[in-house]
């Protein structure tokens, strides 16, 4: 195989490698467990928001409002804790991610609204419901001990969050590899009339890949907020472009069809350790965005590339 689809093919290992070698010559202590604990966290509520759009997006959808649901299911989590108690509350918070997902998947699924518009439509509606509820001002929890628990280090490396990450990521690969509905799910995102034909209910997929995207936005901001003994109207506003940069790094199509558990993480655990190399350097926050950028556009373009060279190669076969 020539050097060239070698790169191509493995561009994800390739990058998150260089990410990491030019970090560890760049920022002094970087190459530490502590170091690693504090990256994977961070990567961990990148990571389980891009767990749900990355199923979205192997379904051909899209969703803008990851970061507003982050920020609201994390307001109920803390906001209902002195009625109802401290884990009562965290569901009720997650369910209300669940929820912001069967109004995205009513909007998209059943009334057609473009998924691109309709979640951006919910976006400003579900941020300026989270501000409505607390008048713009953070809601503090009621138990700053089970915060920092929530924040405890365990075996030197693992937070809850960040556990909770990989399990998670361990139960996509194997739905998504080795189950039916998993391999439904590719088949809708390729051509969904073709999987409506030949049986699949490609609307119900669809429809409970919004919730599911939703209710992981949700799970993560309860943890977030859980762990921060805070709910906030602000929190997550720029995350919805992060985590669409890690799946995509990550080697999912935005066109639906492709995608992978263990790209996700790739591209998770890149973005985490850029964005930890650069704040350790006190580079300034609109600069590791221009850099995020940047690995975004090599990405699409290398992306384009293989879908060139897999053209060319097959209309060679059919010619010969």
Known sequence: ????????????????????????????????LSTASLGLDRG???????????????????????????????????????SIGIWPAAFVGILAGAACGVVNGLL??????????????????????????????PVAGVDIMFSLAMAKIYLDLFTVRSGLFLIALVLLHFWLTRTVSGRNLFAVGSNATAAESSGIAANVVLFFSFVFASTLAGLAGVLQSLTANTGSPVFGEDLTVMVIAAVVVGGTRLEGGRGSALGTLGGVLTIASLTTAMEFQSVPAYIQQVVTGLILILLVVLDRAVRRQSYSHAATISQS
């Open 1 to 32: 195989m020539p050097i060239t689809s070698l790169i191509i093919r493995y561009r994800v290992a390739i990058i998150l490698a260089a990410t990491l070698i030019v970090a560890c010559i760049w920022v002094p202590g970087f190459a530490s």
């Open 44 to 82: 961990a509520t990148i990571g389980i928001i891009a767990i749900g759009l990355t199923v979205l997006l192997i379904a051909g959808q899209i969703d803008l409002s990851g970061g507003a649901v982050f920020a609201l299911s994390g307001i109920v989590a803390i906001g209902l804790q002195p």
């Open 108 to 137: 998209s699924v059943v009334f057609k609204v473009n998924s691109l518009v309709a979640t951006l439509a919910t976006m400003l509606i579900f941020r300026a419901i989270a501000h409505w509820i607390t008048n713009s001002q």
